[in-house]
């Protein structure tokens, strides 16, 4: 009877993000192991979008990216879409970010400055420093307003692609 007491003030407590003492003998679960909303996940159950998203953000390793990829499906807002590039980039696997920005476009998703800043890097890590300069003419079309983070991306995409006068 105590263990399902305590059991039950730790859910409590759980669902209201606080952290009391602990009674006598029972373990408590950091809040960063439970989903959203406090329940804890179960054993086996699929990992959530948002513990995805979270493990695609550390990843580097492009056989990890491209399973977590697999697990997450079609990224559902830009935001998803720049952890998912910026995931691919990471683990040195440009052109996978640069085909999930024409995906983006063709699936009707309008893409933002970061979904933007995040192209161009993997054009200057792929060395395709005309289509890092065309996205950022595409930009300035649609009117997004490049960010120093932008301009950075594209003079390094410059640079290696050897475009020192056109970086200037």
Same mark, same amino acid.
């Given at each position: 009877?105590?263990? %399902? *007491?305590? +059991?039950?003030?730790v $859910?409590?407590?759980? &669902?209201?993000r606080? !952290? /009391?003492?602990?009674?006598?003998?029972v373990?408590?679960?950091?809040?960063?192991?439970?989903?959203?909303?406090?329940s804890?996940?179960?054993?086996g159950?699929?990992p959530?979008?948002?513990?995805?998203?979270?493990?695609?953000?550390? %990843? *580097?390793? +492009?056989?990890?990216? $491209?399973?977590?990829? &697999?697990?997450l499906? !079609? /990224?559902?807002?830009?935001k998803?879409?720049?952890?998912?590039?910026?995931?691919?980039?990471?683990a040195?696997?440009?052109?996978?970010?640069?085909?999930?920005?024409?995906?983006?476009?063709?699936?009707?998703?309008?893409?933002?400055?970061?979904?933007?800043?995040?192209?161009?890097?993997?054009?200057?890590?792929?060395?395709?420093?005309?289509?890092?300069?065309?996205l950022?003419?595409?930009?300035?079309?649609?009117?997004i307003?490049?960010?120093?983070?932008?301009?950075?991306?594209?003079?390094?995409?410059c640079?290696?692609?050897?475009?020192w006068?056109?970086?200037?």
């Amino acid at each position: 009877a105590g263990a %399902s *007491r305590a +059991a039950g003030l730790v $859910a409590l407590h759980a &669902r209201r993000r606080v !952290r /009391p003492r602990a009674p006598a003998g029972v373990a408590w679960v950091p809040l960063s192991t439970t989903r959203e909303g406090g329940s804890r996940p179960r054993a086996g159950s699929p990992p959530s979008r948002r513990e995805l998203l979270g493990r695609l953000k550390e %990843s *580097r390793d +492009a056989d990890r990216v $491209a399973d977590l990829v &697999r697990q997450l499906g !079609r /990224p559902a807002s830009t935001k998803e879409y720049v952890i998912v590039m910026s995931s691919w980039i990471r683990a040195r696997r440009a052109h996978e970010a640069l085909e999930l920005f024409g995906a983006m476009k063709s699936h009707g998703v309008d893409p933002n400055v970061f979904c933007y800043s995040a192209a161009i890097t993997a054009c200057g890590k792929s060395r395709h420093w005309e289509e890092a300069l065309e996205l950022l003419h595409e930009m300035q079309i649609r009117g997004i307003e490049p960010t120093v983070i932008t301009y950075n991306a594209v003079i390094s995409a410059c640079a290696k692609g050897g475009q020192w006068e056109t970086a200037l």
